[in-house]
T-cell receptor, first 114, second 113 residues
């Protein structure tokens, strides 16, 4: 089945530093998504990428959809304490039943030291 | 738009008992999904509804699991004869009829003791 390899598994950074994390897949995806999950909550969508090569920003977040459609990265600039959480990449393709089923990576746990 | 609502937030049950979770999607969203997330893992797809029709089920959804979405509004996920391996966060998500990221609820944390 499809698998997403997300790295790093965890990061400890100083407040104000930039962060980079990435995701690779053995399969092609039509869409790449980045979510953030706080403890005890559901994932919250940060950025959605729809075209190979697409570079999209959302405030201090920037993400890119790889040309091969098998990878994506997420950068966070000037990290702040509220960036703490688990970041998930996810890819989806439309199934024959019409669902846009998501395949998630295992997450990158981000800790920010004030 | 009050988001996706899930109830209860937490459930502790004894092994062998049945449990039922409820999801209220965003009102105009016709697509509804159930995912399961275990500790240290990303969410995994369980099942998908378009309106009231259950169109897709994962192999993770054993015959002890059943999901419904009567009238295409709220959905329920029932687990019969719970096992310790069912302990997980059960997440519901909904979306409108297009590709893109969907909105997750806060989840129901199930602990089977």
């Amino acid at each position: 089945g499809q698998q997403l390899n997300q790295s790093p598994q965890s990061m400890f950074i100083q407040e104000g530093e930039d962060v980079s994390m990435n995701c690779t897949s053995s399969s092609i995806f039509n869409t790449w998504l980045w979510y953030k999950q706080d403890p005890g909550e559901g994932p919250v969508l940060l950025i959605a990428l729809y075209k190979a090569g697409e570079l999209t920003s959302n405030g201090r977040l920037t993400a890119q959809f790889g040309i091969t459609r098998k990878d994506s990265f997420l950068n966070i600039s000037a990290s702040i304490p509220s960036d703490v959480g688990i970041y998930f990449c996810a890819g989806h393709t439309k199934s024959g039943a019409g669902s846009y089923q998501l395949t998630f990576g295992k997450g990158t746990k981000l800790s920010v030291i004030p | 738009d009050t988001g996706v609502s899930q109830d209860p937030r937490h459930k502790i049950t004894k092994r062998g008992q049945n449990v039922t979770f409820r999801c209220d999607p965003i009102s105009e969203h016709n697509r509804l999904y159930w995912y399961r997330q275990t500790l240290g893992q990303g969410p995994e797809f369980l099942t998908y509804f378009q309106n009231e029709a259950q169109l897709e089920k994962s192999r993770l959804l054993s015959d002890r699991f059943s999901a419904e979405r009567p009238k295409g509004s709220f959905s329920t996920l029932e687990i019969q004869r719970t096992e310790q391996g069912d302990s997980a966060m059960y997440l519901c998500a909904s979306s409108i009829d297009r590709a893109g990221g969907y909105t997750f609820g806060s989840g129901t944390r199930l602990t089977v003791v």
